[in-house]
């Protein structure tokens, strides 16, 4: 075997293992990169990209043909900067094997024995499949075999109501498919009831037949005729089956028990400084146990790792700041504190105002003022949380992001400016929200400006 050596040996591809590699080998680093899939990862290949893509072409009107092109399109475009071939140029070592540790500090890629300082775990995750009898004996779609559709489904029965499921679903359907969602708990269920409330709804009414607290039993059947026994004795038969029902981390075939790392059946377990149980090796996105599993999370665990493997500096995580959204329509976009986790943290010390989308003059002249909000939760003159329903929620949540992350106090947010109009004046309309009370219902302070009145000449 051909022995290598390197500063940081990095397992995986996707984003945060990218991110690693990019910004160690430009700092000087010896870096080595092992990646037995797609480079790009997740992400790229079959989740955030081409999902993105397949819900623009269900919007706009394309085809099912026409829209699966342009995924495929997407992924090449964006592909280059994530290939193998641009991080060699960068000064990578790139091995396309399966990596295994066999010892605290070495790894076996193929043919090729990696002895590092230290290592970085970036394998992602993969769709989790649920134990239901029958399930393994028929064909069913995830995330990673939906984009070898060539012909849009007739019934598509989607297991999970999730992120993916609903973004799925609506996709689905204004693509003319009848799409049914089934969900054990409530869809969303980790968002803000009412702002998941009003996703189900426009969902509903475009088509989408969504049953809650219901669990599917057996699966039977065959490609084009699937059947499924519902928990409360129904069958329902469609073409197509998602299965939607969340992730699982890719830590089971590291040879992890070789090197000293502790992992739960979730992921490995890290501490703040994401270190695990060996302080030689790293682990960040997916693979972890307890964390948020979003694209931009691992882009940013990236930068704290770096700071302790080139620099040896502290540095902890803090997930307080990290926005999240569902890209349905409307969308929904969260960070910090729903309304209720708030109440049962802050008690009444919570302060939530709200501005309605349909006050929103952008969302008005573009025809987009339907039902949504954005609602804000303050505690001590400091944002804890933001829920945003209605367009672009997504990008609207990025300022609440540096709000919280700077700590910053209401006062400073409402010095922001918008240009008018757009859909950012939304952002301020609930910071004004949050002081019109304290201005034009304080008795005090029209005293106060009626006494300098009179004294002005």
Known sequence: M??????????????????????????????????????????????????????????????????MAHVRESIAAIAPHDSQERFESLGCTVIREDAQFTSP???????????????????????????????SEVPYLTNEALWTLSECPEHLMILGGGPVGMEMAQAFVRFGAKVTVIEAGRVLAREDVEAAGLVKQALIAEGVRILEEMEVSEVAGQGGAISLLLSDGQRLSGSHLLVAAGRRANSEELGLEHADVDRSKDGICVGANLRTSNRRIYALGDVLAGHPRFTHVAGYQAGVAIRGLLFGLPAKLREDHIPHATYTDPELAQIGLTEGEAKKLHGDKLEVVRAEVAGNDRAVATGCAGPGFIKLMVVKSRPVGVTIVGPEAGELIALWSLAISAKLKMSKIAGMIAPYPTLAELNKRVTSAYFTPRLFDNRKLKRVVQAIQRLLP
């Open 2 to 67: 051909k022995t290598i050596k390197a500063d940081i040996c990095i397992i995986g591809a996707g984003s945060g293992g990218l991110s690693v590699a990019a910004g160690a080998v430009q700092m000087g680093a010896r870096v080595v990169l092992v990646e037995k899939g797609e480079m790009g990862g997740d992400c790229l290949n079959t989740g955030c990209v081409p999902s993105k893509a397949l819900i623009h072409g269900a919007t706009s009107g394309m085809t099912f043909p026409e829209a």
């Open 105 to 135: 500090t070495r790894v076996e890629a193929g043919e090729h024995r990696i002895k590092a300082r230290r290592f970085v775990i970036a394998t992602g995750s993969r769709p989790f499949i649920p134990p239901i009898p029958g399930l």
